[in-house]
């Protein structure tokens, strides 16, 4: 018997380190792989508190899905900041991420931020600006203190048009900037005068026409689109050419009805057409609307936020509502645009992954095979594997986003801290990647995956929110 058993090929499964799988796959051995950690990262009084709440802990965590599930977005409008962002000053620059000292930004960050200055008219150049900063005349702060997001970088700005999403379910409201496009572009870094004034024209020109389009279709549902857009192949955070194409559709016909001169309509349609990240704002702004309504919801260890600010991660809870917590921000992996490489890049930035906490990006890459080899995820089936993957993190599935490639099963939703602490697996994110230097821009695009020390701080001060 023990000589059969020796005479037998080799088939290993391997549990905890993935070391050991790694190097019996290098010598052909076939392994499997199980990525397991003891419950609640080994914490016994964390552990027992969550076993004994578990029943409570899921009913709030199947409210906050039916929240994000029944969540109906509206595009509104396009209104200067600071008459939807309560609070917001004329000397106060939102950027992305979790609060951060200026000292502590990365340079894509502090580049952004020195153009938004000068773009609001507060320093004519960049030393007198930085001079403002570090006396604190000039207060910065993340766009998600007042209601809104903003992709990479994240300006808003008093004077800067943004879109007005409201989730008509639950009567919130969320806003975002309106996406630049591609090349030199502020989100990236970018401060020349090339991009202080195309943002001046979004301010002067493309803000207002769009206001005023949208004003004369009574709003637009965003969440009909962003379901479409899914089953035409868009993750909607990489990938967003389906939901702008949607999009271009319904305004561009009432830009056209609106009394304006015909060639600056023509470049307001241009714009929008020919920009096909266009509705990656729209998604994100509906996003943030989806999930405000969860912040607070007692015994739900559900995320509400994820977002970076190029040198930390931040996420939020439901259950401890306001309360941040962080870890650095990881480097992305992906294909770099020629001439550059890892050497090049920043650190992961950005309120977009607010995309993923909604069940798309990274976490729906089976939707889109034309994105997977874009950000180098590899093949389809690896694409499936991501999404697979992101399944054994989540609580429930989507019962509107549905993926046309895995026989139309909703997307995975609701990232669970207890699940990905007890797991070891980590949110993945699609993303742009930005040259540590400001004024360079886009290098290259990829995947990222959050820091697991975020979700292991939120839970252990999830487990004291747990009551009797």
């Not at 379910?169 to 996406?179: E, P």
């Not at 549902?221 to 479409?228: E, F, G, P």
């Not at 917590?325 to 992906?334: R, S």
């Given at each position: 018997?023990?000589?059969?058993?020796?005479?037998?090929?080799?088939?290993?499964?391997?549990?905890?380190?993935?070391?050991?799988?790694?190097?019996?796959?290098?010598?052909?051995?076939?392994?499997?792989?199980?990525?397991?950690?003891?419950?609640?990262?080994?914490?016994?009084?964390?552990?027992?508190?969550?076993?004994?709440?578990?029943?409570?802990?899921?009913?709030?965590?199947?409210?906050?899905?039916?929240?994000?599930?029944?969540?109906?977005?509206?595009?509104?409008?396009?209104?200067?900041?600071?008459?939807?962002?309560?609070?917001?000053?004329?000397?106060?620059?939102?950027?992305?991420?979790?609060?951060?000292?200026?000292?502590?930004?990365?340079?894509?960050?502090?580049?952004?931020?020195?153009?938004?200055?000068?773009?609001?008219?507060?320093?004519?150049?960049?030393?007198?600006?930085?001079?403002?900063?570090?006396?604190?005349q000039i207060k910065l702060a993340p766009n998600h203190h007042y209601g809104s997001v903003g992709p990479m970088?994240?300006?808003?700005?008093?004077?800067?048009?943004?879109?007005?999403?409201?989730?008509?379910?639950?009567?919130?409201?969320?806003?975002?900037?309106?996406?630049?496009?591609?090349?030199?572009?502020?989100?990236?870094?970018?401060?020349?005068?090339?991009?202080?004034?195309?943002?001046?024209?979004?301010?002067?020109?493309?803000?207002?026409?769009?206001?005023?389009?949208?004003?004369?279709?009574?709003?637009?549902?965003?969440?009909?689109?962003?379901?479409?857009?899914?089953?035409?192949?868009d993750e909607m955070h990489q990938r967003n050419i389906a939901a702008s194409s949607l999009f271009a559709r319904?305004?561009?016909?009432?830009?056209?009805?609106?009394?304006?001169?015909?060639?600056?309509?023509?470049?307001?349609?241009?714009?929008?057409?020919?920009?096909?990240?266009?509705?990656?704002?729209?998604?994100?702004?509906?996003?943030?609307?989806?999930?405000?309504?969860?912040?607070?919801?007692?015994?739900?260890?559900?995320?509400?936020?994820?977002?970076?600010?190029?040198?930390?991660?931040?996420?939020?809870?439901?259950?401890?509502?306001?309360?941040?917590?962080?870890?650095?921000?990881?480097?992305?992996?992906?294909?770099?645009?020629?001439?550059?490489?890892?050497?090049?890049?920043?650190?992961?930035?950005?309120?977009?992954?607010?995309?993923?906490?909604?069940?798309?990006?990274?976490?729906?890459?089976?939707?889109?095979?034309?994105?997977?080899?874009?950000?180098?995820?590899?093949?389809?089936?690896?694409?499936?594997?991501?999404?697979?993957?992101?399944?054994?993190?989540?609580?429930?599935?989507?019962?509107?986003?549905?993926?046309?490639?895995?026989?139309?099963?909703?997307?995975?939703?609701?990232?669970?801290?207890?699940?990905?602490?007890?797991?070891?697996?980590?949110?993945?994110?699609?993303?742009?990647?930005?040259?540590?230097?400001?004024?360079?821009?886009?290098?290259?695009?990829?995947?990222?995956?959050?820091?697991?020390g975020c979700f292991e701080k939120a839970l252990a001060a999830f487990a004291e929110t747990l009551t009797e």
């Amino acid at each position: 018997m023990s000589n059969n058993l020796f005479n037998q090929k080799l088939k290993v499964v391997n549990v905890g380190l993935e070391l050991f799988a790694q190097t019996l796959t290098r010598q052909e051995v076939p392994t499997t792989h199980v990525s397991w950690r003891p419950p609640a990262g080994g914490n016994k009084v964390v552990a027992k508190l969550l076993d004994k709440h578990e029943e409570r802990i899921n009913a709030a965590n199947d409210k906050v899905i039916q929240m994000y599930n029944d969540a109906q977005p509206v595009l509104t409008g396009v209104k200067p900041a600071h008459t939807v962002l309560t609070g917001l000053t004329r000397d106060t620059i939102l950027h992305a991420g979790p609060p951060i000292r200026w000292e502590d930004m990365c340079g894509p960050l502090q580049g952004a931020i020195l153009g938004a200055v000068r773009f609001e008219g507060l320093a004519e150049d960049d030393e007198t600006a930085v001079q403002l900063i570090k006396r604190g005349q000039i207060k910065l702060a993340p766009n998600h203190h007042y209601g809104s997001v903003g992709p990479m970088t994240g300006m808003i700005t008093y004077h800067m048009p943004v879109f007005a999403v409201k989730n008509e379910t639950f009567g919130n409201m969320a806003y975002c900037s309106i996406n630049e496009g591609l090349g030199k572009v502020m989100r990236f870094g970018a401060n020349d005068p090339e991009v202080i004034d195309r943002l001046i024209w979004f301010r002067d020109s493309l803000g207002p026409a769009l206001d005023q389009a949208i004003g004369l279709s009574g709003g637009i549902n965003l969440k009909v689109i962003m379901a479409q857009a899914v089953a035409m192949g868009d993750e909607m955070h990489q990938r967003n050419i389906a939901a702008s194409s949607l999009f271009a559709r319904k305004i561009c016909p009432r830009i056209a009805r609106l009394a304006m001169d015909n060639a600056e309509k023509a470049k307001v349609i241009q714009f929008i057409c020919d920009n096909d990240q266009f509705f990656l704002n729209l998604a994100m702004a509906a996003g943030k609307a989806t999930t405000d309504p969860a912040k607070g919801v007692q015994d739900s260890s559900l995320v509400t936020v994820m977002c970076r600010n190029g040198t930390e991660f931040g996420v939020k809870v439901a259950a401890t509502g306001e309360e941040w917590f962080t870890a650095p921000a990881n480097m992305p992996e992906g294909l770099y645009f020629p001439g550059y490489g890892p050497q090049d890049a920043n650190p992961d930035m950005g309120d977009s992954a607010i995309i993923e906490v909604i069940g798309l990006g990274g976490v729906a890459m089976a939707a889109s095979p034309a994105v997977v080899r874009f950000v180098g995820a590899g093949s389809q089936a690896d694409a499936v594997r991501y999404t697979r993957e992101m399944g054994e993190i989540s609580h429930a599935k989507s019962t509107q986003f549905l993926l046309a490639t895995m026989n139309f099963e909703g997307v995975p939703l609701g990232i669970d801290i207890r699940k990905v602490v007890e797991s070891g697996i980590v949110p993945v994110i699609n993303t742009g990647m930005a040259h540590r230097q400001p004024g360079i821009g886009q290098i290259g695009a990829g995947v990222v995956k959050a820091p697991y020390g975020c979700f292991e701080k939120a839970l252990a001060a999830f487990a004291e929110t747990l009551t009797e």
